[in-house]
T-cell receptor
Framework: QKEVEQNSGPLSVPEGAIASLNCTYS??????FFWYRQYSGKSPELIMF????GDKEDGRFTAQLNKASQYVSLLIRDSQPSDSATYLC?????????????FGKGTLLTVNP | EAGVVQSPRYKIIEKKQPVAFWCNPI?????LYWYLQNLGQGPELLIR????????DSQLPKDRFSAERLKGVDSTLKIQPAELGDSAVYLC???????????FGAGTRLSVL
């Protein structure tokens, strides 16, 4: 069973702090990794993707990938109350002859003013 | 550029009734996905289309679910008959394939009574 694991949270951080969201995955052959943000009652919104080991930065967001450890993380610097949402980790995994985007259950982040 | 458009946004039906959901992908996106999302869970793939062809329908419950993508653009997902356990959000996403960056529509929230 191909899996993506995330802590469900809730993760609570004060405004201005760094929020760190973590994800592990089971398929060592996975090549592409995504972070989606989902506000309550809304659909998932792509915020970051990463393909290579190391860090990828986009504004206040940094995605980190370690394929040897099968670990991907998302750092949010200077967290704002508007960042409060569920963050979904998604990994493109092999399923037979197809690749399929497999999602974790998400981590609920709350940023307190 | 318009995003993925889904309709209806909400649907309430009684069990055993049929229901259909419609999706219009982002222009130029030849890959279309239907997902199901239960409360507190990540989206789960039901079916993936490449143009008109369903290339991965392994997770689609074919006894009651069907889908079509005529002319390789719009798609319809149908449930007949609906069961209480089908209550969920049905998400449509589109992408250009390959590395599978996917963009989601707003979803249809189905309640089966």
């Amino acid at each position: 069973q191909k899996e993506v694991e995330q802590n469900s949270g809730p993760l609570s951080v004060p405004e201005g702090a760094i929020a760190s969201l973590n994800c592990t995955y089971s398929d060592r052959g996975s090549q592409s990794f995504f972070w989606y943000r989902q506000y309550s009652g809304k659909s998932p919104e792509l915020i970051m993707f990463i393909y290579s080991n190391g860090d990828k930065e986009d504004g206040r967001f940094t995605a980190q990938l370690n394929k040897a450890s099968q670990y991907v993380s998302l750092l949010i610097r200077d967290s704002q109350p508007s960042d409060s949402a569920t963050y979904l980790c998604a990994v493109n995994m092999r399923g037979g002859s197809n690749y399929k985007l497999t999602f974790g259950k998400g981590t609920l982040l709350t940023v307190n003013p | 550029e318009a995003g993925v458009v889904q309709s209806p946004r909400y649907k309430i039906i009684e069990k055993k009734q049929p229901v259909a959901f419609w999706c219009n992908p982002i222009s130029g996106h030849n890959t279309l996905y239907w997902y199901l999302q239960n409360l507190g869970q990540g989206p789960e793939l039901l079916i993936r289309y490449e143009n008109e062809e369903a290339v991965d329908d392994s997770q689609l419950p074919k006894d009651r679910f069907s889908a079509e993508r005529l002319k390789g653009v719009d798609s319809t997902l149908k449930i007949q008959p609906a069961e209480l356990g089908d209550s969920a959000v049905y998400l449509c996403a589109s992408g250009t394939g390959g590395a599978d960056i996917q963009y989601f529509g707003a979803g249809t929230r189905l309640s089966v009574l």
